[in-house]
């Protein structure tokens, strides 16, 4: 199920982003939690007013880390070949 959010812009692509959806159960978004531009297909971080923001270096690391955001991404690269 999708969390409705503030409107705000990918700071990659700056398409407007209005909602998320997590993919374990329905949380809504904290500070520090990652999202995939559904646009552009680039990790986002949730800052503390839950804007986003580009990860910082550290952040990229831990995502391409992590199985399920490896997942995720590839999924996401799949939509787009189709």
């Known amino acids: ?21 997590d993919l374990k159960d329905d949380s809504v978004p904290a500070p520090g939690d990652a999202t995939l531009c559904a646009y552009c297909g680039e990790w ?5 007013d839950l804007m986003l923001r580009k990860p910082t270096d550290n952040e990229f690391v831990a995502l391409g880390a992590d199985k399920t955001c490896r997942d995720l991404r590839a999924a996401w690269v799949q939509t787009r070949k189709n």
Not at 44 to 48: E, G
């Open 1 to 21: 199920m999708s969390t409705r959010l503030p409107a705000c812009d990918c700071p990659w692509c700056s398409e407007e982003l209005t909602a998320a959806t």
């Open 44 to 48: 986002c971080v949730f800052d503390t």
